[in-house]
């Protein structure tokens, strides 16, 4: 295993680009993304939910080493138990509270949560061999509990995406590939979305002055504008060299990934292209534009995006 095991953790509301932004830096030598693995013990997921190289995870041969690594036989872990777990200490205010509590009285739920996750992310860097972790969790408060895992270096990127952008991409239809054929998820109002965009960036930005990972705020569209850029300035915030940077220009070449649940993007493989999509600006209905424009519009002004749509 490495000596020191670094973690990459993104935190945010989402549909904001973590994905593609986890397959790029999961191309440099020593580094593996692992999508959103908080999901992993969900009923179902294990079956059904494809790992980014095609197969489920329990028949995936690089996550068949990693749990046999952590938990010896997967069949004998207590999946229900971990499952809830991770609801217990992610959800609502007890979960928010026992984070903020002090060590000596943080409770046994919590810590037992801890050590599953020490366990688990030791193993990944053990099995793969890679110094660098990349999450995309995104979960505020799944974050702040990376950051307390003494034998984990954390760095957290804060990733923000114009929250209409969020909305139009949350009312579209999108597929992925599961063991049943294609199925849709995730389709919400505009003003849930809003909702839910609004306590994930607050969250994110309140939790995150407990951590002691430094961080860095990112706005996806700066991203998607100037990936090159963008990414090596990433790498310069995790100390890795920016001359590892795999993207050139706007093009970036995706090979090797076993990035568990989140998007379907994952599974985009060869030369990728990164562009700006900015269809919202044309295709999200006005009424649901003006809501989430005016339900979002305080951190809208602190992300200094632009109130109006700006066509091209
Ligand atoms: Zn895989």
């Known amino acids: 295993m490495p000596s020191s095991v670094k973690i990459l953790k993104i935190v945010g509301a989402g549909r904001s680009g973590s994905t593609i932004i986890s397959n790029i830096i999961g191309q440099i030598p020593g580094a593996f993304a692992v999508g959103e693995l908080q999901y992993l013990w969900m009923p179902g997921y294990l079956e059904q939910i494809l790992c980014a190289c095609g197969q489920t995870v329990t028949q995936c041969a690089v996550w068949s080493a990693i749990f046999k690594q952590?938990?010896?036989?997967?069949?004998?872990?207590?999946?229900?138990?971990?499952?809830?777990?991770?609801?217990?200490?992610?959800?609502?205010?007890?979960?928010?509270?026992?984070?903020?509590?002090?060590?000596?009285?943080?409770?046994?739920?919590?810590?037992?949560?801890?050590?599953?996750?020490?366990?688990?992310?030791?193993?990944?860097?053990?099995?793969?061999?890679?110094?660098?972790?990349?999450?995309?969790?995104k979960h505020p408060t799944y974050s702040v509990m990376l950051d307390m895992i003494p034998g984990l270096q954390c760095y957290t990127l804060h990733l923000v995406r114009d929250a209409r952008a969020v909305v139009y991409s949350m009312q579209r239809k999108t597929l992925t590939r599961t063991t049943q054929g294609q199925v849709s998820f995730m389709i919400n109002s505009a003003g849930r979305t809003s909702r839910d965009w609004i306590v994930s960036n607050v969250l994110a930005e309140w939790l995150g002055r407990m951590e002691r990972a430094p961080r860095l705020f990112m706005r996806y569209e700066d991203f998607a504008r100037h990936p090159e850029a963008l990414t090596r300035q990433l790498l310069g915030f995790i100390e890795e060299p920016a001359?590892?940077?795999?993207?050139?220009?706007?093009?970036?070449?995706?090979?090797?990934?076993?990035?568990?649940?989140?998007?379907?993007?994952?599974?985009?493989r060869g030369n990728v292209e990164i562009r700006l999509d900015d269809d919202w600006q044309r295709e999200l209905k006005a009424r649901d534009k003006a809501l989430t424009t005016a339900l979002t519009l305080p951190l809208l002004w602190r992300y200094h995006y632009p109130v109006r749509a700006q066509h091209k």
Do not use: W
């Open 70 to 137: 952590a938990f010896g036989d997967v069949a004998g872990v207590d999946r229900e138990r971990l499952h809830a777990l991770y609801l217990q200490n992610t959800r609502g205010l007890s979960g928010m509270s026992a984070i903020l509590r002090s060590t000596a009285r943080k409770p046994q739920p919590l810590l037992d949560y801890l050590a599953y996750l020490e366990r688990f992310y030791t193993a990944i860097a053990a099995v793969t061999g890679c110094h660098l972790i990349i999450d995309e969790a």
């Open 243 to 268: 001359d590892l940077c795999p993207v050139h220009g706007h093009a970036v070449d995706i090979s090797d990934s076993h990035i568990f649940a989140s998007n379907p993007v994952r599974f985009a």
